[in-house]
């Protein structure tokens, strides 16, 4: 308390203003760099053709196009994607948060011989990088004639995935082992401990979790990419990636139309949900 | 004696309910990431195009990799975007978190606005960035001419502006570093920077001396996240790219997806991915062992 009271008098504070105001005009410059990629994104999505190709640009779209969006996604059948990438987002995201937070559980709860290396063994197979497995898996599912189908994308979510353990793990951690053992006392069974006390402590640690896999779902392209070969299957993703192919002159205005939808169910969650959001990135980093 | 059966009793009982619980994991991790790698082990000493099974070639794959110009070429590039590309990163995470650290009105609307870009990623980022950096009309170049009155370079499409075009795209979505390094600033004990103010240390050297030791863990955890993340770099090249020009942008993992799902090279493949496995492996632990001399973790020992 008392060296706070010396830094708010004297010559330090003006040092500290300094810095203060220093800071703000930085944080102003870098937000405007910031803002400007999406301030083109929406100006160009609302332009006529001829005014995307126009030199000097026009900053505000006039007259401001809103068809454009309608028109971008009838180009092709993009209902069909946002629901594929919805239902695949929506399923995946469930079996990885369920499983996961099941094996965390395992992970923070008991003590079994083994435990060190397990956890060694869990925190290895976050390092390993996607392509290093993934023509094996290729070669898997297509014996099992899973090749395109959403199979072979949503199975393995239901089994864990090494990085959402990890930081259901970290949220266990911190719940007080008396709670488990109390409710051992009064004769619940493991499962339903699990289920009735651990998960709805946990419920702001499962946010995370899911907001996490619904993003990495949302936004995954060498998956889908590799899977799914019917058009009807399709993602968002993969028909933006082949979206201009279908045109002679790139129709920026209507890509990125179709752009902004593409990124509108993340953007909503995040703003929703900024506060799982940035607890979930912390906790995966710093513990 | 009667304690001790108790304990092997508890311990057996923990044993089992341990297993019990994380039994999927294990599963997937035989299935889908023990079993895939032994396999591809096998395939990468294999002739293989997935209609015909495999054949034995012992080491072709491997000599056929080391001999041919387009492996090394597709490494360069990767190590040099992660060479220069991770660490700019981290630094400019860094000086983002240690502003949004500082005190001032409108403090959680700006670390909004940087996040903010993180949330558009994938193929939707790509495109965006490709028309961002059109020589022509892109608002790159737009404002590169309004600034300097020259027209700007052509980006994309230029063998040696390719890759720092796309250093400076990654530079937009670094969102979750500035959060991780943030939480990372204000976890720093505050008694530490008031003993050095009395002790009269400069701004700088308080930064130099307490605050990057102190996050030092954190720079570890991002500095290993963010390489094994680079040298799987796949969107940029697949979308903005296709991994040109002449081969400029031919990432590893581009390069391993054309042979595995173009060529149906299998086999070949299977030899990149061990490599990349290999290479990934003895890095991180590379890493991690050198990081004993410059990671500071509070309380000493580990």
Redesign the interface.
């Known amino acids: 308390m008392t060296t706070r009271k010396i830094s708010r008098s004297g010559s330090i504070s003006a040092g500290e203003r300094t810095v203060k105001i220093l800071a703000f005009s930085m944080l102003v410059i870098l937000s405007a760099l910031m803002i400007l990629p999406l301030y083109i994104m929406v100006s160009t999505a609302l332009k006529t053709q001829q005014d995307v190709f126009l030199f000097p640009p026009k900053w505000i779209p006039s007259p401001a196009v809103w068809h454009n969006f309608i028109d971008a996604m009838q180009a092709r059948s993009f209902g069909r994607y946002f629901y594929n990438t919805t239902l695949y987002s929506v399923v995946g995201t469930f079996g990885e948060v369920f499983s996961s937070a099941f094996v965390a559980y395992g992970f923070s709860r008991y003590r079994g011989i083994g435990r060190n290396a397990m956890f060694l063994i869990l925190l290895a197979t976050m390092m390993i990088p996607y392509p290093v497995t993934m023509i094996p898996q290729f070669v898997l599912f297509k014996n099992l004639g899973w090749i395109d189908t959403y199979l072979p994308l949503n199975v393995p979510s239901f089994l864990g995935s090494a990085y959402i353990i990890f930081l259901m793990r970290q949220f266990f951690n911190t719940v007080p082992v008396d709670l488990f053992e109390a409710s051992r006392l009064d004769g619940c069974s493991e499962l339903r401990t699990f289920w009735n006390i651990a998960v709805p402590l946990c419920s702001p640690a499962l946010a995370s979790a899911a907001i996490f896999g619904f993003m990495y779902r949302w936004n995954d392209y060498l998956g889908p990419l590799i899977y799914l070969n019917t058009d009807s299957k399709f993602t968002v993703s993969i028909a933006l990636s082949s979206f201009t192919s279908m045109f002679n002159i790139v129709p920026w205005h209507l890509l990125m139309a179709a752009g902004i939808v593409a990124i509108l169910p993340p953007t909503i969650i995040f703003f929703l949900a900024q506060k799982y959001f940035v607890q979930g990135i912390v906790v995966s980093g710093l513990k | 004696m009667a304690s001790m059966r108790f304990r092997k009793k508890t ?1 057996l009982r ?9 039994s ?2 294990i ?3 035989i ?3 023990g ?3 032994l ?2 082990g096998y ?1 990468s000493f294999t002739r293989y195009d ?1 209609a015909h099974d495999p054949v034995f070639i012992g080491f072709a794959n491997y000599i056929n990799l080391f001999q041919n110009d387009l492996f090394w070429k597709s490494s360069g590039v990767t190590l040099y975007y992660t060479l220069v590309g991770v660490p700019v990163g981290l630094a400019a995470s860094l000086v ?1 978190a240690m ?2 650290n ?5 403090q959680r609307i ?1 670390s ?6 993180s ?6 980022l790509s ?3 490709v ?2 950096l059109d020589p ?2 892109g ?1 790159v170049n ?1 404002l590169y001419y309004n600034i300097t009155g020259m027209t700007g370079p052509q980006w994309l499409s230029n063998e040696h502006w390719v890759i720092p075009s796309l250093i400076m795209m990654s530079l ?1 979505t670094l969102g ?1 570093n500035v ?2 390094y943030l ?2 600033l204000k ?1 720093v004990p505050q008694n530490l920077y ?1 003993a050095a ?2 002790d009269g240390a400069s ?1 700088f050297r308080q930064m130099i001396n307490i605050t990057i030791p102190m996050i030092s863990p ?1 720079t570890l ?2 500095l ?1 996240t963010g390489i ?1 993340g680079s ?2 770099v ?2 940029q090249a ?2 903005m790219t296709k991994g040109g020009p002449n081969y400029a942008s031919y990432f590893y ?1 581009y390069y ?2 054309q042979q ?2 173009r060529s149906f090279n ?1 086999g070949y ?2 030899a990149m ?2 490599v ?2 290999i290479f ?2 003895v890095l ?1 632990w590379l890493m991690m062992k050198v990081s004993r001399r410059w990671v500071h973790y509070e309380g000493g020992g580990d």
């Not at chain 2, 909004?112 to 870009?117: M, S």
């Not at chain 2, 949330?119 to 939707?124: D, F, K, T």
């Open positions: 311990e923990e044993t089992k309910y341990f297993y019990f619980f994380i999927p994991w599963l997937g991790l299935l889908f990431t079993g895939p790698i396999l591809s395939y997935i983002l502003l949004l500082v005190r001032v009105p409108g700006f909004t606005i940087f996040y903010l870009p949330v558009v990623s994938g193929v939707v495109l965006l960035w028309w961002l022509d009309f608002v737009v937009w979750n959060v991780i939480a990372g976890s008031e103010q009395i701004r954190v955890f991002l290993i094994i040298f799987q796949f969107v697949d979308v993992v391993l997806y595995a799902f299998l493949a299977s991915a061990w990349l496995f990934v492996g991180t």
